[in-house]
């Protein structure tokens, strides 16, 4: 445990953004289970709507820091090669 008062602050802050980002991870992890799901289904149009609401997700999650710029980049690339492939084929 810390002593100093500003420690203390910092480990309450801590914890607060942890759960902060732990309900943005899950929310981002629950809709990439449900785009791969959709993917799977050949269901086009719901899966580029919540392929949509993804990126946006993603992209707002890496300004606050809590993905790091490559590894939103892999994410969205990986999806989009799914959904542009569905769409094609």
């Given at each position: 445990?810390?002593?100093?008062a500003n420690a203390k602050k910092a480990?309450?802050?801590s914890k607060k953004r942890a759960q902060r980002n732990k309900i943005?991870?899950?929310?981002?992890?629950?809709?990439?289970?449900?785009?791969?799901?959709m993917v799977e289904a050949t269901k086009v149009g719901e899966a580029e709507s919540v392929a949509?609401?993804?990126c946006k997700k993603l992209d707002k999650a890496q300004q606050k820091n809590i993905y790091k710029k490559n590894t939103v980049a892999r994410y969205k690339s990986?999806?989009?090669?799914?959904?542009?492939?569905?769409k094609k084929g």
């Open positions: 445990m810390p002593n100093l480990l309450r802050q943005v991870k899950a929310e981002i992890k629950s809709l990439r289970v449900k785009l791969r799901k949509q609401v993804l990986r999806f989009m090669k799914k959904v542009n492939a569905l």
